[in-house]
Each structure stands twice: as structure tokens, then as C-alpha cells.
């Protein structure tokens, strides 16, 4: 049974930083390209980054230069270091597969960047 499990929320003024964690188990972490989502209150959720298996990554307009994704494939872990945040950064973030499958959402962390 596929699992992913995001960590590494929490309340930030902005200009913080924070670093999102999400570990994937349940099937080969490897192989796949990975991406994170989020999800404002009120709006649908959407893409803010992705990685392949390869580590070439691409990201939203609203988060480039300020967000990096990485992964370590030993670790089965994909990441998202935050920076410079906004508080329109503020949302509920969700790791998935790129393109997402609907099957594999996790629980997500939450994003507060108080102004």
C-alpha cells in the first residue's frame, strides 16, 4: 500500500523559511517524478513544484527563486525548502507524484505565514 507522509509545517512570519519533508513508502520511490501541491482555504488545490527521477525540477511562477525541491532516493524523501515566505504562501501543502495520482494524497501540512 502506497504512503506518503508530509511533515515540517508550521506558523512563520514573513521572510521565514521552512523546510517540507515527505516520505514515500509502499512502492519504488525511485522511479518516479515527484511533485508538491498546495491548497489555500477556498481555492483549488495546485502545483508548486516538481522533480523528476533525475533531480531536473521546475516550479510555479509564483514560488521560483524563492522554493527548491530536492530528493534523496535512498531516503525515499522528497523536500521543499520554503524561503522568503509570503503570506499568500499560506496553505495546506500535500506531496503526490507528477502528474498526481489522486490515490496517493496524504494528510498534507500546514503553511501559516502571518504578515
Known amino acids: 500500500q502506497v504512503q506518503l507522509v508530509e511533515s515540517g509545517g508550521g506558523l512563520v512570519q514573513s521572510g521565514g523559511s521552512l523546510r517540507l519533508s515527505c516520505t514515500f513508502s509502499g512502492t519504488i520511490f525511485g522511479a518516479y517524478d515527484m511533485g508538491w501541491y498546495r491548497q489555500a482555504p477556498g481555492k483549488e488545490r495546485e502545483w508548486v513544484a516538481s522533480i523528476t527521477r533525475d533531480g531536473g525540477t521546475n516550479y510555479a511562477n509564483s514560488v521560483k527563486g524563492r522554493f527548491t525541491i530536492s530528493r534523496d532516493n535512498a531516503k525515499n524523501t522528497v523536500y521543499l525548502q520554503m524561503n522568503s515566505l509570503k503570506p499568500e504562501d499560506t496553505a495546506a501543502y500535500y506531496c503526490?507524484?507528477?502528474?498526481?495520482?489522486?490515490?496517493?494524497w496524504g494528510q498534507g501540512t500546514q503553511v501559516t505565514v502571518s504578515s
Open positions: 503526490n507524484r507528477f502528474p498526481y495520482r489522486s490515490a496517493y
